[in-house]
């Protein structure tokens, strides 16, 4: 677990985060029918090795896993999380959760998006976006002084609420000198349980959202993890860093306020 204490960890969490944005907003940009999810890669990967960042995600998973092969992961339509780039094409109407990382002098970040690959259809919209607005709500409760569950519940009520489901075998995570630290930060659950919100603590919030079913299992290459019902999925995620004064997003987009309401 990280809480920031010096402005240096700050400076550094910062630069990652700000990189990460960097990498998402290209990609972002680059979606399109015809584009391939290893050419969204290449595009991170240059962006990482233009900053001097190196990537979190590749080779992550040793020695439980294979080495993940990707800088980014790609997942598609009813792909959850952890989808491996490669040659798959994109195509009107597909939907694309592009999930990156950056590490800066030992310092990490990693955020989400999911964007739309031409015109999708209105489930397709309302998915993306309901699940972009359970990120933000997510944020907003991410007030120092409460509690990890008033997190999963502002999550849950919200999605729960558009008739939609909550991935529950994936959890965002504390984030800092690792990707991946503890305290685990579900998507659900109620509130007012798990543990205080303390100035300085660093998490990553991450709702992953199916249009049927919140069961997923995991596909032949070990990473790819799909709704079990094969239901469209989106994911969004922000690094933050808790503070008295309000959750800061350090993985917010350039030039956007980076202090939640
Ligand atoms: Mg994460």
Same mark, same amino acid.
């Given at each position: 677990?990280?809480?920031?204490?010096?402005?240096?960890?700050?400076?550094?969490?910062?630069?990652?985060?700000?990189?990460?944005?960097?990498?998402?907003?290209?990609?972002?940009?680059?979606?399109?029918?015809?584009?391939?999810?290893?050419?969204?890669?290449?595009?991170?990967?240059?962006?990482?090795?233009?900053?001097?960042?190196?990537?979190?995600?590749?080779? !992550?998973?040793?020695?439980?896993?294979? #080495? /993940?092969?990707?800088?980014?992961?790609?997942?598609?339509? *009813?792909?959850?999380?952890?989808?491996? #780039?490669?040659?798959?094409?994109?195509?009107?109407?597909? @939907?694309?959760? @592009? +999930?990156?990382?950056?590490?800066?002098?030992?310092? %990490?970040?990693?955020?989400?998006?999911?964007?739309?690959?031409?015109?999708?259809? #209105?489930?397709?919209?309302?998915?993306?976006?309901?699940? *972009?607005?359970?990120?933000?709500?997510? @944020?907003?409760?991410? %007030?120092?002084?409460?509690?990890?569950?008033?997190?999963?519940?502002?999550?849950?009520?919200?999605? *729960?609420?558009?008739? /939609?489901?909550? $991935?529950?075998? !994936?959890?965002? %995570?504390?984030?800092?000198?690792?990707?991946?630290?503890?305290?685990?930060?579900?998507? !659900?659950?109620?509130?007012?349980?798990?543990?205080?919100?303390?100035?300085?603590?660093? @998490?990553?919030?991450?709702?992953?959202?199916?249009?049927?079913?919140?069961?997923?299992?995991?596909? =032949? +290459?070990?990473?790819?993890?799909?709704?079990? +019902?094969?239901?469209?999925?989106?994911? /969004? *995620?922000?690094?933050?860093?808790?503070?008295?004064?309000?959750?800061?997003?350090?993985? =917010?987009?350039?030039?956007?306020?980076? $202090?939640?309401?």
């Amino acid at each position: 677990m990280v809480t920031l204490k010096t402005k240096d960890e700050t400076a550094k969490m910062r630069e990652a985060g700000r990189i990460v944005a960097e990498v998402l907003a290209s990609c972002r940009a680059a979606v399109r029918p015809g584009v391939t999810t290893g050419e969204l890669d290449k595009i991170a990967a240059d962006i990482l090795k233009r900053r001097g960042a190196t990537s979190n995600f590749k080779g !992550y998973g040793v020695p439980v896993l294979p #080495p /993940f092969p990707g800088v980014i992961c790609t997942s598609v339509n *009813e792909q959850v999380v952890h989808g491996i #780039p490669g040659k798959r094409k994109l195509k009107t109407g597909d @939907i694309i959760a @592009i +999930d990156a990382g950056a590490i800066v002098d030992g310092w %990490h970040a990693d955020a989400a998006i999911t964007v739309p690959v031409g015109d999708v259809s #209105p489930v397709a919209e309302k998915l993306i976006a309901t699940t *972009e607005e359970a990120l933000r709500r997510a @944020i907003a409760a991410a %007030h120092v002084g409460k509690r990890l569950g008033d997190i999963g519940a502002t999550v849950q009520r919200w999605v *729960e609420s558009q008739g /939609f489901s909550i $991935v529950r075998n !994936y959890v965002g %995570h504390g984030i800092g000198r690792a990707m991946h630290e503890e305290p685990q930060v579900p998507n !659900y659950g109620p509130p007012d349980r798990g543990l205080e919100i303390k100035d300085g603590l660093c @998490i990553a919030i991450e709702p992953m959202v199916n249009v049927g079913g919140a069961e997923t299992r995991t596909l =032949a +290459d070990r990473w790819t993890v799909v709704t079990a +019902d094969s239901s469209l999925s989106a994911h /969004f *995620e922000h690094s933050l860093w808790c503070t008295v004064a309000g959750p800061v997003v350090l993985t =917010a987009p350039q030039g956007k306020a980076a $202090v939640a309401a």
